[in-house]
DNA sequence: TTTAGTGCAAAATCTTTGCAGGGTA
DNA sequence: TACCCTGCAAAGATTTTGCACTAAA
């Protein structure tokens, strides 16, 4: 079996070409700032939020499209915050959030056998073909908003 | 330490009156029939779908504040489902969701070890003072949707 | 040249907010 | 009575859609 990634060499910007490539995207302007944009953020951003970081060169009906396509093809993670709407992000390593419900500050959170839970929620379902993903998102209280009662 | 229940003696209306009245809620006529609503539906349910299908005796806007109100105090377990915002059940146990990709269909999954989930992300996290919950879906295609490819 | 992606504009959905009046404890 | 809850109305945020045009393969 292989090793689940690929080894890209050359530039950033080269780099995410080869994976819109490999996904049978066309590797547009648009995407790659996108991917760009979303690689180096610190934590899922939400579609609004990217198209004005970005700037006027993209429309948002547009990063709407893109960004969910990409997330379908498995390029991109999507996670729904409980902040208004979806939010995506770059995966540069399998993981999940704490989320404070208060105040909305995310931290990441280490692999939580995500691979084994799929195999189990797929062999105990009894209607489903495939399970792909999954989303898991924690919810408390950051220390700032504890603090603050 | 406790069993984490509490044993309501009556009929379905009375025990949802005293649901209400132990979380320190109003009893009140429009909370019940949302709670009685969403007792008896079989998967995650929108506040428009819920709105709509209950009738005239209730306005959206309050809707979407009992059940955010109900579901922060625990009453009600939300869920994010990648299906037009937020949606709402009523946990008669606790479980999580596989959900078509393709066409929404979904189906429950027993519960996944969430507490010790929970106690392992608050141990790892950094910043926060607590984690109250979480929320976790699987995605995948429905065996229908499968053979239509 | 064939197919996919984009901008633009409009509409549909979903959600929040403020306030005055009515219901519940 | 005191407080919470609700209806109403309005605004704001999020997301989808159609179509003509442009860019990528």
Redesign the interface.
């Known amino acids: 079996m292989g090793h689940g990634y690929k080894y890209y060499k050359g530039s950033d910007r080269k780099v995410l070409q080869a994976v819109l490539r490999d996904k049978d995207f066309y590797s547009t302007e648009g995407r790659l700032q996108l991917l760009s944009f979303l690689k180096k953020a610190s934590a899922p951003v939400s579609v609004p939020e990217v198209t004005k970081q970005i700037g006027k060169n993209l429309v948002e009906a547009n990063v709407y499209r893109a960004l969910e396509a990409l997330a ?1 093809a498995g390029v991109l993670a ?1 996670s ?1 915050i ?1 902040r208004g709407g ?1 939010h995506y992000e770059y995966p540069h390593s399998h993981h ?1 959030h ?1 989320v ?2 208060n105040c909305g ?1 995310t ?1 990441e ?2 692999d ?1 056998g995500g691979k084994s ?2 195999r189990r ?2 062999r ?24 603050a009662r």
Request: hydrophobic share 40%; proline share 0%; glycine share 2%.
């Open positions: 379908d999507r729904d409980r979806a999940h704490i404070c419900s500050h931290e959170v280490e939580c839970m799929e929620a797929f105990n379902s009894e209607s489903f073909a495939e399970v792909r993903t999954h989303a898991l998102e924690f919810f408390g209280l950051c220390r700032a908003c504890a603090h």
